[in-house]
């Protein structure tokens, strides 16, 4: 186990947490329709933004998530399998920084819809 340092590792968290949710039940359904060759590249961008402090981010998540019609379970679901991914891989206070983080993305998208 090792902590989040760079670039590499976040590739490794966002490869591993989607290879979950496109095998998930309840989440694939809201993500088989996507280009998961355009879309993981952004969600690594998102989180080396995040995590590693990486400049340039400006899109809005929340703005990206409103068409979708999830629910609270569905929120539930992903924060579980999204901390489960980062238990599995990492330890360290970037884990906790993502966990936080993660937690707040969705309340936030949840309280708008």
């Known amino acids: 186990m090792r902590e989040i340092e760079n670039a590499r590792d976040v590739h490794e968290l966002v490869q591993t947490f989607y290879q979950k949710v496109m095998k998930d039940e309840q989440l694939s359904p809201f993500f088989k329709h ?14 080396r933004f995040v995590l590693l402090d990486e400049s340039g981010y400006t899109t809005s998540v929340t703005d990206k998530h409103m068409h979708m019609r999830l629910k609270e379970e569905h929120f539930k679901r992903w924060i579980f399998l999204f ?5 599995e891989l990492f330890v360290g206070e970037k884990v906790e920084l993502a966990k936080q983080r993660a937690a707040i993305i969705g309340w936030t998208i949840q309280s708008k819809m």
Do not use: G, S, Y
Not at 38 to 45: D, I, V
Not at 83 to 87: A, E, F, S
């Open 34 to 47: 996507l280009n998961l060759d355009e879309h993981l590249p952004k969600m690594e961008f998102f989180w």
């Open 83 to 87: 901390d489960q991914t980062l238990d």
